[in-house]
Each structure stands twice: as C-alpha cells, then as structure tokens.
C-alpha cells in the first residue's frame, strides 16, 4: 500500500506523531512524507524517519496558497497513493482539496482541530468551521486524537466520519527511569511547551509569582516571543528554550510535578511523557488534559488560579501524600499510549 503523509505544521506533537507512524508503517508499506518547513521544524527532520521513507518538501503555509495546492496536487499525482494522512489545519485543509477525484481514501488527523481554540473570536470560529466544511467537499475521515476532539468534532460537522486514535508515545526511554521522590530540598515544578496562549503561559507566571514563598522552582522548557519569555522570567520562571528529547527526558526525571495552565488541547504528548516519569499532575481541567486525567485519577484538575495555589500549597506541606493522591498509574500509561497500540489501530481505520 502507498501511503503519503501530509504535514505543514512540521514540529513539536505534530510532528513526532507523524514520525512515529512513518517508522511503524515503512516496514510493510511505500511510505512518503510531504512536509512544509517552518521556523520551528528540526533543521534536522530527514534523520528523524527511516531511510525508506521518502521526505518532499513543498511549501505549504496560507501564504503560499494557493500556489501550495497545485504543488502538492502534482506530487500526489507522481505518486498515485492508496492512502492520503493530512495532519493539522491548514495541511488537512490543503492536503484534502489538492486529492480532489483522485482514487485514494483520505484521512485528516487535525490534532486539536482550530475550532477548539479559546483564544479567537466568535466571528474567526465560525470562519474556521467554514473552512472545514469547504474541505469536506474531498470526503475524508477525521481522526480525532482524543475523546474531547471527537466530540468538537462530531458537534460541529455532524455529517463527517470520525474515528477515534489517542495519541501515543515512544515510552520505551522511560521505562526504567521512574522519577524518584526527592524528600528534601527546593521543589522543581516543571512545564513543556510553546511559549504561546494555548499554553496558558500567563497563568503559569502567575502562579509562580503568587508562590514566591513556597520554595518552588517553575521551569518552562519550550520558547516564544520574547515578550511573552520576559513576562515568565519577571515572574520568576525559569525558561530553558527547546531543549533535545533526550535534554526533556532528564529534566523530567529529575524534576518533582508536572503543571499545565493549558487553555485547550488535543492530547498533550508532554503530559503523557510526564505520566511515563512518574511526576504528579496539576493540569487545567480543559480538552486533552481531561482526557489523560479520566474520571479525575491519576492527577488533580483545577478551573481557577486560586485552587492551583492551595495545591501546590498542599504539594509543599506534605509532598509525599500528593504524590500518592495525583500519580498515575504508570503500567496502565504503558499500555494506553503504546506506539504499538497506535500503530494498530491506525491500519485498523485505514481498512475502513
């Protein structure tokens, strides 16, 4: 089967989730990655996929479109796929349009589809469920990366397939690395991600700022406009910049809570990898983090800033009693979010 991987949004979750599906399926499949460079794709990307899995670059940002359309039109028409996978927004919205009466099933993994957003309009949130629908006109099953994105979805377009596929991770780096309990000493409270609003990011300085007198110590890893880096570093955060997987994986083990101030996600590949360290959760009760955190176990939810302060205020009094009410259970993380599990479940929807 010829598969063909559309991705212009080529970094961070994205990106390591296209990744991890192009290394399962080269073994039994022709395989080829269309992508679009951005200031934030890994100057590095072609040794992150296997050697027979075929990497063409076309520009593909709405600043190209619609130029973008017809060149991947014309790539799509070389390779003469089975199968079409368009990943994010503007590559689900360019990547299904240019398959237009072409003969091959079409998938589209928005992974946090626009809509989701809190951070626009009303007016934006009805253009970007108009671009959706204007993209249906190539149908193509969705494939939601969580319960919560399934859900927006199936709100918002009632007449589109959508299959379900949580997210996964390469754990295996993990598994022996447990984050240990550090019973004395100054608390790090750590967080992973794009300095940006879906990341909550003033919230985060804020609650550092309120917990001054906790003995805490908040670390962003991730990077942002330099305004927005300032604004935690004012705060008392400190912000490391993008550090490599192997850099993210130590600090993870070595830090002792995970906090998200997110306003909304699909599913968080940095929560799950901090499930797979053992730290406890403090995560805003939104999409995506209310789906790693089912029924309320396994960490604690909060709504408002205030109730992030009493627990963490709770997390210094007695650290070892939180760890024991918010960690997850880490051999259930093992298995829900198994590489081999997605990889699974992925030919599954694709025999649909």
């Not at 319960?147 to 022996?176: C, G, H, M, W, Y």
């Not at 830090?255 to 499930?275: F, H, K, R």
């Amino acid at each position: 089967m010829k598969i063909v991987h559309v991705i212009e949004s080529s970094a961070t979750g994205t990106l390591s989730i296209v990744t991890m599906a192009a290394q399962y399926q080269a073994d039994k499949h022709d395989v080829t990655v269309i992508f679009s460079r951005r200031p934030d794709t890994p100057p590095n990307i072609a040794t992150l996929f296997p050697s027979n899995v075929t990497l063409v670059e076309v520009g593909m940002s709405p600043k190209h479109f619609p130029l973008s359309l017809f060149a991947l039109r014309r790539e799509l028409k070389k390779i003469q796929p089975d199968v079409v996978h368009c990943h994010s927004s503007f590559g689900g919205f360019v990547g299904r349009l240019s398959s237009v009466f072409m003969r091959c099933k079409v998938f589209y993994s928005p992974h946090c589809i626009s809509f989701m957003r809190k951070d626009i309009s009303p007016l934006k949130n009805v253009l970007f469920k108009a671009f959706e629908s204007a993209a249906c006109l190539r149908r193509a099953t969705y494939i939601a990366c969580s319960e919560s994105e399934r859900v927006a979805i199936k709100q918002a377009l009632p007449f589109v397939e959508v299959s379900l596929l949580e997210n996964a991770v390469d754990l295996s780096e993990f598994k022996t690395l447990a984050n240990p309990f550090h019973p004395q000493g100054k608390k790090t409270v750590l967080t992973v991600g794009g300095i940006r609003p879906q990341k909550g990011f003033i919230e985060f300085a804020k609650i550092a700022h309120e917990c001054k007198e906790l003995n805490l110590r908040f670390v962003w890893i991730g990077d942002g406009a330099e305004q927005d880096r300032a604004l935690l570093e004012q705060a008392g955060v400190e912000v490391t910049g993008w550090k490599s997987r192997q850099e993210v994986i130590a600090r993870l083990n070595d830090a002792d809570l995970y906090l998200s101030t997110s306003l909304w996600e699909g599913m968080p590949v940095s929560v799950i990898e901090a499930c797979a360290a053992g730290l406890p959760l403090l995560l805003r009760d939104c999409a995506g983090n209310s789906d790693i955190v089912a029924d309320k176990r396994g960490g604690c939810l909060f709504t408002q800033t205030t109730e992030a302060i009493e627990l963490l205020t709770q997390f210094v009094a007695d650290p070892e009693q939180f760890r024991h009410a918010t960690l997850p259970d880490r051999t259930a993380v093992f298995q829900r979010f198994s590489v081999e599990r997605f990889a699974r479940n992925l030919e599954e929807i694709y025999q649909i």
